[in-house]
């Protein structure tokens, strides 16, 4: 698989390895540069409470006034480090980062390190990438200008200063579509470095999916790359690519099942309740309350999440159908859903838009007040916790139907090369990257509004954003790469 530059363009031995180095420190350097790390005001991500669910149980403890850092106006870099303060961390492979940031500091520790690793970590992608990519050809290396650019950009960049996960599920997206640029520049018969590529697409996947249940797509689309892209032409290096997924697999199948044993018994009454009152009765409308089970009252709390609604009913129909029996409820809203597929689009559209707020202006990026207590109920109305937020939000969105449009030709555009891949192979490679990048959004955008409801959508769809990006670079690709000679090859 090659893309127009002859074989004497390949770097050997050493120059490969200089080559990965380059790469890696130029990645890392664009994520410090954009964070501001070395300038001690460093681009971060305000907490609004989900942060706690990853430090509490590595003893980190906020320096405010109430030792939260929960709606602070800004973000809380400076923490004391002591005893657990919870019974256990919410299983992620970002508390693996945060362990590694914690490790050496006694008594006190500052976010900006959280910064650092991963800064250094997309410096090991994508210098692992670039020395796979650069077995064909020191001009291919290039391809990899696409995943990394969007990390110049502040609203993906600055998750790397908080305590969320969704980080480490960047940071594993980023993995993946290194990967795959990777595969793109390299042949069959290259088969350490496409093997290179393939394995970090298989560890990328893990590590997303490992960062939250809800990045499960993430994995699903590196499986199916390792599972059809060949490695060598004879065996057993033609199964090695396949072996690759089935290990993948095999080794994230246990942490997931543990994270999503974990969401359901800490937070599963919450998102049943979003589910139903956020997205059910909301897109259905208040006659649904009979199709859930649920009495006409219910459709009072229509638009309010769990987190910020009004104090929430201790009716028996609430406590029966939310904390009792979550499972049916949650199924009968399911169902009710299914049964108008029009409302299923609809509602996938509204996540799909709700991706043009990756920057997340209600989650304050510069310091935060150490003084200020937080609030009780938080203060999530932007987000889109509740109606009429959400629609307000959405309305003021200059093009609203541009990520759906996105999607649509992106998908359109990778199907379409099953009729003239064979003529223009290396922009039919683009078509499909680009079409795995719009399907792996999708599957994020549907697992965050079945999952929780358009409470909180637009950090919910943040990754599936960055997808997008990629999505739109990769059709750029792809048109300059038929306009250029030798797209035949």
Not at 63 to 71: F, K, N, Q, S
Not at 81 to 101: E, R
Not at 342 to 365: E, F, K, N
Not at 428 to 452: F, K, Y
Request: hydrophobic fraction near 55%; include cysteine; charge should be positive.
């Amino acid at each position: 698989m090659t893309t127009g530059a002859g074989a004497n363009d390949v770097p050997t031995g050493r120059h490969r390895v200089v080559l990965a180095v380059g790469a890696g420190v130029l990645a890392a350097s664009v994520v410090v540069l954009t964070l501001g790390l070395p300038t001690g005001r460093p681009v971060g991500v305000e907490d609004n409470g989900d942060g706690f669910r990853l430090y509490c149980g590595l003893g980190l403890i906020p320096r405010t006034v109430d030792r939260l850092a929960a709606w602070k106006g800004g973000v809380v870099t400076d923490f004391a480090v002591g005893a657990p303060i919870c019974g256990s961390s919410t299983p992620s492979s970002a508390t693996l980062v945060l362990q590694a940031a914690v490790l050496g500091h006694d008594g006190s520790f500052a976010l900006t390190t959280v910064g650092w690793w991963y800064a250094v970590l997309v410096g090991v992608v994508v210098g692992v990438a670039a020395w796979a990519a650069s077995a064909g050809g020191l001009w291919r290396t290039a391809v990899l200008v696409v995943p990394v650019a969007p990390l110049a950009l502040a609203p993906f960049t600055r998750l790397f200063v908080s305590t969320y996960a969704e980080p480490a599920g960047l940071l594993g997206a980023l993995a993946v579509a290194c990967g795959v640029a990777g595969v793109m520049v390299t042949r069959r018969a290259q088969r350490r470095a496409r093997t290179v590529a393939l394995v970090l697409v298989a560890v990328g996947g893990a590590v997303a999916a490992t960062a939250k249940p809800a990045y499960l797509p993430v994995l699903v689309a590196a499986v199916v790359v390792c599972a059809v892209v060949r490695v060598g032409r004879r065996r057993p290096w033609r199964v090695v690519g396949p072996a690759i997924a089935l290990v993948a697999v095999v080794l994230t199948a246990w942490p997931v099942a543990a994270a999503v044993t974990f969401q359901n018994q800490v937070y599963e009454g919450a998102n049943v309740h979003d589910v139903v009152f956020t997205l059910a009765l909301t897109e259905l409308g208040p006659a649904a309350t009979s199709e859930l089970g649920l009495p006409p009252e219910a459709a009072a709390l229509t638009g309010d999440g769990y987190f910020n609604a009004p104090p929430r009913a201790t009716a028996d129909w609430w406590v029966r159908a939310i904390r009792d029996e979550p499972d049916a409820t949650r199924a009968a809203a399911y169902t009710a859903l299914a049964r108008d597929p029009a409302v299923l689009l609809r509602a996938v559209g509204v996540g799909l838009q709700a991706t043009t707020g990756a920057d997340l202006p209600y989650l304050a990026a510069g310091p935060g007040d150490v003084t200020r207590p937080s609030p009780p109920g938080g203060d999530p109305g932007w987000s889109g916790a509740e109606q009429p937020e959400l629609h307000f939000v959405l309305g003021a969105t200059r093009v609203p139907w541009l990520p759906t449009a996105l999607v649509l030709l992106a998908l359109g555009a990778a199907v379409s090369t099953v009729a003239w891949r064979r003529r223009a192979p290396a922009c039919a490679r683009w078509c499909l990257a680009a079409g795995l990048g719009a399907a792996t959004a999708v599957g994020l955008v549907v697992a965050a509004v079945l999952g929780d409801g358009y409470f909180e959508v637009f950090k919910h769809v943040w990754l599936a954003a960055y997808l997008l990006v990629l999505t739109g670079l990769c059709l750029l690709g792809a048109l300059a790469r038929l306009a250029l000679p030798g797209s035949r090859r």
